[in-house]
T-cell receptor, first 112, second 118 residues
């Protein structure tokens, strides 16, 4: 299975933009890039996903490198509520892709 | 609408006892998943249901673990002869489909059940 590499932790000041990187150098052409986050004492929640093009939604933006070997989750204005562990996950197309394979993720701290 | 709910939120048991953990998925979701999360780690897949049947139970660690979903809605994870190493947060998730377009099928997680085996 293709793996992802993320920094263990990052810090951001409140109301500043945050760029969370993810490396996935062994990604295959049909793997989708998903991001989930887990707030303290809660289950993970979906943030965003993409295949090749950059994506925007109400929570965040996803910037995907042209060679797809890395991606960046962008929070445009970090709030205290964004303090969480962020997971970058690859999901293959077809059979077996229902399973989410989580790494350790990046723990984001937001400083008031 | 109502999200995924799990009961109990916390369960403390003694080594060797039997426990049941319950998951109520989002109404209408055909796919249901169980994950286990140890301290400081990301969740690990245990089992996946498509409707009433377990489509993939490859993540169950051993035969002490069993899960059912008899009517295709509520699911129960059952652990026999609990061991201290079973202590973890057990997470349940559901999704609309789980199959054909599963690579984009969003999973919605419950808050988890924290199991402590003394």
């Amino acid at each position: 299975d293709a793996k992802t590499t993320q920094p263990n932790s990052m810090e951001s000041n409140e109301e500043e933009p945050v760029h969370l990187p993810c490396n996935h150098s062994t990604i295959s052409g049909t793997d989708y890039i998903h991001w989930y986050r887990q707030l303290p004492s809660q289950g993970p929640e979906y943030v965003i996903h993409g295949l090749t093009s950059n994506v925007n939604n109400r929570m965040a933006s996803l910037a995907i490198a042209e060679d797809r070997k890395s991606s960046t989750l962008i929070l445009h204005r970090a709030t205290l509520r964004d303090a969480a562990v962020y997971y970058c996950i690859l999901r293959a197309s077809g059979a077996g892709s229902y399973q989410l394979t989580f790494g350790k993720g990046t723990k984001l701290s937001v400083i008031p | 609408g109502a999200g995924v709910s799990q009961t109990p939120s916390n369960k403390v048991t003694e080594k060797g006892k039997y426990v049941e953990l319950r998951c109520d998925p989002i109404s209408g979701h055909t796919a249901l998943y169980w994950y286990r999360q140890s301290l400081g780690q990301g969740p690990e897949f245990l089992i996946y249901f498509q409707g009433t049947g377990a489509a993939d139970d490859s993540g169950l660690p051993n035969d002490r673990f069993f899960a059912v979903r008899p009517e295709g809605s509520v699911s129960t994870l059952k652990i026999q002869r609990t061991e201290r190493g079973d202590s973890a947060v057990y997470l349940c998730a559901s999704s609309v489909s789980g199959t054909s377009f599963s690579s984009t099928d969003t999973q919605y997680f419950g808050p988890g059940t924290r199991l402590t085996v003394l």
